[in-house]
């Protein structure tokens, strides 16, 4: 007969605490000992002469009460726990992963797995300690009282390769920093062009739009780069002739379509000797290059048409921007460029091409206001700043432009027809800076050029625009600040369920976010980004007091409902944390018993000491606490006992596979175990299928809350499923949001 595993302990993949790093070798089966083979009341047979020997840590375990019958000096080392003390305990007690707890009761029902497993283990005063560990059953034979032999659990610890990797990682992140930090911008490529690294400063010189970064898209970056040189001709001769001989190095000038020189300076890159790629460091060199290149002395206005300079303008910009932010006056940029200039100006020589220039500057003013700017920024680009313009007064400028050159230009005797691609960028919503706003124009330009040129095309009409270039962490950031500000915040409850009842017991405030902008948000995105500036601490104190509130209502209503609220570890440091959900809690007049707030299980292993304190001040007050997310972190079991806790939410990564999924089985048992041991209730999360919750049933689990029952509802939605009783599972409302958290 073959042997059948039930509970299989290594599992792959983000959020589970164990790896396997070998593929499982054999799986062996010993039948369950009969009521005869009690191990644990026998005193064990000393067996420390089996393990004294190794080099490595190891401790012998009983196979039915998993006690451990001998440990040596190394396995006390590693602990931090000496040899008699380990032998009082047993293998769960040293258990800091739900895996390792299901691996153990596997083990105990004599199923048994031989592979080498990175867990982590709880040592003294529970204290994580990682190892690589291998099991095997071995028969000491005379030694032992077992007749089904013993565990022999080996153990080398991991703690000096995971500092050596930390070290390492500290070490590039400081390089990673000293590249950001130079006003430099840098590329590095190896030796086939492939771009092997740059920073932001080379980036931003070059203008490299969002998409681009994001996609690492090798040729679509080169083609940019090309796209913005003046002389692409001589540009990529001098590549070319890079890749040729990898060991030139020099510094030479590039000049840009938008008028800006860079300073490029060249060097091999080399790895004991060998070169194995090209460093290329450029530098914004355009002021002190035009210095000393400068004929006219005026630096308002462009030499060849007399319209205002690129840096004139760019001051309008600036003052036209912050007094659009102070009064909410919008305004326009249009980007211009002209078609095929080049070819003309090398057709007819560059005294016609200048003589075309200043005619077309001529044209562009007639169509403007007073009010307005018109300038060049260089070569054929022309810049426009409407004041006071919205869309349509935008699109109304671009075209009387399309009209105004729609006349053949004459020059030196000759009939030319010229056309222009121009990209408009409008204040506010395609940027809050003024690189920002050029960086727009610039982009909907090059768009208009690619679909052939010869008309004029909005920055938010691009495909993804608004997508690709607001969402980025410090827009995201911004836009969540104006989100608060104005109130586009929403709380979403979601139910929670008594699995034996179907009765709605509690609700989970989960925040919305929908923005003019950007549609909807996921938390899940913008919780991250709050959290790594600090807004976290705003939005928390908002969902606090708002949650409150309507947990209050619903008191008032005479309705038993516990409120449950997310706590992000920012907001559980802050030094009045403690105060302001007491102060909550009294604003709004509700009793404490009523609120509950979900920590993670990063929060409570950060700094234990000070959490602990935290959380018996909130215990103190009467709030209930949860561990939210359960088993997807390291949690020491030690902790928990410790830990004014009194419910955990299972994950719903681990119930996604329910009932099917061996190893999802063995850990949502194990978890619930856990749980019933140390009297916590407990809710399965994101429960959608009526098979998931007949399990989590049959495991005595309490509750659970998911799809099954309902999603995220807004306030009235939720009292009118509270309305309708337990038989709530036919036609939801749909008026609940579903937003797919990627996490
Ligand atoms: P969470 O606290 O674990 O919340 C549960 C998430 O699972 C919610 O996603 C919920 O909509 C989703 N969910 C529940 N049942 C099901 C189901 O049956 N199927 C599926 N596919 N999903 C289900 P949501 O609302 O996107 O929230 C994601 C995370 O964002 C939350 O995870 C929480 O960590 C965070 N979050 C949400 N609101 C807040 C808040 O007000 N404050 C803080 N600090 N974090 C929040
Ligand atoms: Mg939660
Ligand atoms: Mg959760």
Redesign the pocket.
Known sequence: MTAKRTVPYAISGAGTGTTPTKTRTAATRTPPAGPSAKQGDVPPADMSPLIDGLLDAAWLVEPQTLRVLAANAQAAALMGIDVPSLCRTDALALAATPQDVAFWEAARSGVMDVADVQTVLSGSDGKLVPVLRRVTRINPGALSDSRHGVYLVVMRDRGPELRAQAELEERLSELRATLDSTTDGILVLDLDGRIVNFNPRFAALWELPEALLAERDDAAVAAWMLRRVADPVTYSKRLQGLAESSALEGTDLLTLRNGRVFERRTLPQRNRGQTIGRVFAFRDVTESHAESHRSPPSSSNDALTGLPSRQLVADRLDYALALAQREGIAFALLHLNLDRFKPINEALGPAAGDRLLVEVARRLTTTSRQVDTVSRLGDDEFLMLLHQADMQRAEGAARRVVEALQAPFVVDGVNLTVTASIGIALYPGDGNTPEELLHAADAAMVDMKAAGGGGFRLHHQRAGATVVTLRTRMKLDQSMRQALAAGRFR??Y?PQVDLKSGEIVGA?????WRDPELGDV???EF?SVA?RSGF?VA??AW?LQQ?VQQAAVWRAQGRQLLMS????AL?FQQADFVDSVARALAEAGLEPQWLEL?L?ESILVQDAQEALHRLQALAELGVKLAI??FGTGYSSLAYLKRFPISRL?I??SFIKGLPEDEVDVGIVNAIVNLGKALHLDMVA????TEAQRVFMLKTGCTQY????CA??LDALSFDALLDRGPDFEQDLPDTG?????S?
Do not use: C, F, M, Y
């Open positions: 709380l979403h979601q989970e405030a989960l925040i919305r996921s938390p899940t919780i959290e976290i939005i928390g969902v949650a609220i997310n706590v992000s907001q979900e993670t939210d997310d939410k994950d719903r999360e994101g429960v959608e809350q998911g799809g099954l999603p995220a949001d579903w937003i797919e958290s996490s």
